[in-house]
Nanobody, 114 residues
Framework: VQLQVSGGGLVQAGGSLRLSCAAS????????MGWYRQAPGKQRELVAA???????NYADSVKGRFTISRDNAKNTMYLQVNSLKPEDTAVYYC?????????WGQGTLVTVSS
């Protein structure tokens, strides 16, 4: 299975984007997935994820602004990011929850200007 992330870009503070994570196989039905990000000079962190029970978890810094969703029929997971802040600037990745090393891809860069 390969994961392909897209949808990043340059936006002004307060703007929105929708990130997509497309899988080459039906991984979303089998394994909990999540969105991660790594800001310059910082460690990679979990932003939003599905749990094994089907619920969702969000980092405190994005609660109320980011929404994780998925379309199993399309083997695609999404991250709707609203009310973006400059501190949201990072490379965003998708991976399993918890993450597996073989699924880290290039990610997609989100840059938020003030």
């Amino acid at each position: 299975v390969q994961l392909q992330v897209s949808g990043g870009g340059l936006v002004q503070a307060g703007g929105s984007l929708r990130l997509s994570c497309a899988a080459s196989g039906s991984i979303f039905r089998l394994i909990p997935m999540g969105w991660y990000r790594q800001a310059p000079g910082k460690q990679r962190e979990l932003v939003a994820a599905f749990t094994s029970g089907g619920s969702t978890n969000y980092a405190d810094s994005v609660k109320g602004r980011f929404t994780i969703s998925r379309d199993n029929a399309k083997n695609t997971m999404y991250l709707q990011v609203n009310s973006l802040k400059p501190e949201d600037t990072a490379v965003y990745y998708c991976n399993t929850n918890p993450p597996r090393s073989q699924f880290w891809g290039q990610g997609t860069l989100v840059t938020v200007s003030s």
